[in-house]
């Protein structure tokens, strides 16, 4: 796995062994980031199940101005602090070693709002819809900010989740990335 374009294009970043998590592949990543291109500039990016940071890492090397990853993993925040390392994006960068909810409670305690949120839980069980229902209640997404939900494509997300709408979704074979935004109707 690399970065893909930007500052740090084509530093190689340290994985994760096993089955606990998949990093996204590189033509989801081209695909996703190309997308993300109007939002990636001095943006404020969160990443929910960081793994090795792939995702807040190559926003970095976009333009974005921070990054905040929230993961649980003590193997997997070393791998984070590596990746970092070999990036030097450190300055730009603070990890949150918890779980997505303590992570997304802490964020909030400070009035944290990202552009670009990253949720890419294990395939197992609901977590996606957990989790968007936590940035909803929480207040996490920024007025025009994005959310990116990648999930196994066989799983349906809501269209809704309070104020969040389902603007749009990109299927590549088992992989699918649902976006929501904010609606703009008056609440």
Not at 129 to 151: M, V
Request: with cysteine; hydrophobic share 40%.
């Amino acid at each position: 796995m690399r970065i893909i374009a930007g500052k740090a294009k084509g530093i190689k970043l340290a994985t994760l062994k096993g089955k606990q998590t998949r990093p996204t592949l590189d033509r989801v990543k081209e695909s996703l980031f190309s997308i993300l291109y109007p939002w990636l500039k001095d943006s404020i990016a969160i990443d929910f199940f960081s793994g090795s940071g792939n995702l807040c890492i190559e926003s970095l090397s976009r333009g974005a101005q921070k990054a905040y990853f929230i993961e649980r993993s003590p193997h997997a925040v070393k791998i984070i602090q590596e990746n970092l390392t070999r990036t030097n994006f450190h300055a730009q960068a603070e990890i949150i070693p918890a779980d997505f909810r303590e992570g997304a409670r802490i964020l909030s305690e400070r009035r944290v709002k990202g552009d670009i949120l990253f949720v890419d839980p294990p395939h197992a069980g609901d977590m996606v819809s957990q989790t968007l229902q936590l940035i909803e209640d929480l207040h996490l997404l920024a007025k025009d900010g994005i959310i990116i939900a990648e999930h196994h494509s066989e799983q349906t997300m809501p269209e809704c989740v309070g104020h969040l709408e389902k603007v749009r979704i990109k299927v590549f074979g088992n992989t699918t990335l649902t976006f929501y935004q904010r609606s703009h109707i008056e609440e």
